[in-house]
């Protein structure tokens, strides 16, 4: 959409990676899809008062001027992670927590599990599947860390999720952690998955189907990883302001 706006009439531009700093370096907030005068109005009163400037900006300064997770999906967007998939009528997933206290990266496992389980039954109970997912860590010394993949395969399982999901966490560095936040992207409606010659797809669905049925019926987490054990109140529902 970007592309397409940024040379009428008749205009043909595509922005990759060879030449997004010199677009940024040519457009007004507004001119971003979904950056209209109120949210420009904020992010103006956060400093922010270019696309080279959004770009630049840390996740936690985007999160302070949109006072919600648009902060951070904002953050991925510019810096090229695709979780605007045009094909998909939902865009991504994710969840966040703010850990009470800080703790050390074991010991906030639980909740990274509990996080993933959470994203995992929102994506199943919409009918889609995953081929991206992303990772960000806030630590207790106001440092933070954040990373995205892409894979060939797509996945809907909580497990495979999780496990994606820790492959990035073992990756960050080992420091007293304070947030996190996870997020799933590039997305297709499951009634598109494609088949695997070495993985019975089928099996994995329906375990993931009757698992979720059971949580329904009996109450949220009524059967869950044995990891999660320790983090029973954590990560509570909250109703998302921003989307009513």
Same mark, same amino acid.
């Given at each position: =959409?970007?592309?397409?706006?940024?040379? =009428?009439?008749?205009?043909?531009?595509?922005?990759?990676?060879?030449?997004?700093?010199?677009?940024?370096?040519?457009?007004?907030?507004?001119?971003?899809?979904?950056?209209? =005068?109120?949210?420009?109005?904020?992010?103006?009163?956060?400093?922010?008062?270019?696309?080279?400037?959004?770009?630049?900006?840390?996740?936690?300064?985007?999160?302070? *001027?949109?006072?919600?997770?648009?902060?951070?999906?904002? &953050?991925?967007?510019?810096?090229?992670?695709?979780?605007?998939?045009?094909?998909?009528?939902?865009?991504?997933?994710?969840?966040?927590?703010?850990?009470?206290? *800080?703790?050390?990266?074991?010991?906030?496992?639980?909740?990274?599990?509990?996080?993933?389980?959470?994203?995992?039954?929102?994506?199943?109970?919409?009918?889609?599947? *995953?081929?991206?997912?992303?990772?960000?860590?806030?630590?207790?010394?106001?440092?933070?860390?954040?990373?995205?993949?892409?894979?060939?395969? *797509?996945?809907?399982?909580?497990?495979?999720?999780?496990?994606?999901?820790?492959?990035?966490?073992?990756?960050?560095?080992?420091?007293?952690?304070?947030?996190?936040?996870?997020? &799933?992207?590039?997305?297709?409606?499951?009634?598109?998955?494609?088949?695997?010659?070495?993985?019975?797809?089928?099996?994995?669905? =329906?375990?993931?189907?009757?698992?979720?049925?059971?949580?329904?019926?009996?109450?949220?987490?009524?059967?869950?990883?044995?990891?999660?054990?320790? &983090?029973?109140?954590?990560?509570?529902?909250?109703?998302?302001?921003?989307?009513?």
């Amino acid at each position: =959409k970007v592309a397409s706006d940024y040379q =009428k009439p008749d205009g043909l531009v595509i922005i990759d990676k060879n030449n997004y700093e010199e677009i940024y370096k040519s457009m007004y907030l507004t001119k971003l899809c979904g950056i209209k =005068k109120q949210n420009a109005a904020r992010l103006y009163s956060a400093g922010i008062r270019s696309v080279v400037e959004m770009y630049n900006a840390s996740i936690q300064k985007l999160k302070s *001027a949109f006072n919600s997770i648009y902060g951070y999906y904002w &953050c991925l967007r510019l810096h090229g992670f695709e979780i605007d998939d045009i094909e998909s009528t939902r865009k991504s997933f994710g969840n966040q927590y703010v850990l009470p206290k *800080a703790l050390i990266k074991e010991k906030a496992l639980p909740v990274l599990q509990k996080l993933v389980e959470k994203m995992g039954k929102r994506l199943r109970d919409k009918s889609y599947t *995953a081929k991206g997912i992303h990772l960000a860590l806030w630590y207790a010394d106001h440092t933070f860390f954040h990373h995205g993949e892409n894979s060939d395969n *797509a996945v809907f399982s909580s497990r495979d999720l999780y496990q994606k999901i820790l492959h990035l966490f073992n990756s960050f560095p080992k420091k007293p952690v304070r947030e996190i936040a996870v997020g &799933c992207f590039n997305l297709s409606k499951m009634e598109s998955f494609q088949q695997e010659l070495f993985r019975n797809i089928n099996h994995e669905l =329906k375990l993931s189907s009757v698992m979720d049925k059971i949580n329904k019926r009996y109450g949220d987490f009524t059967l869950i990883p044995a990891a999660m054990l320790k &983090c029973q109140n954590a990560v509570p529902d909250r109703i998302a302001f921003g989307k009513t």
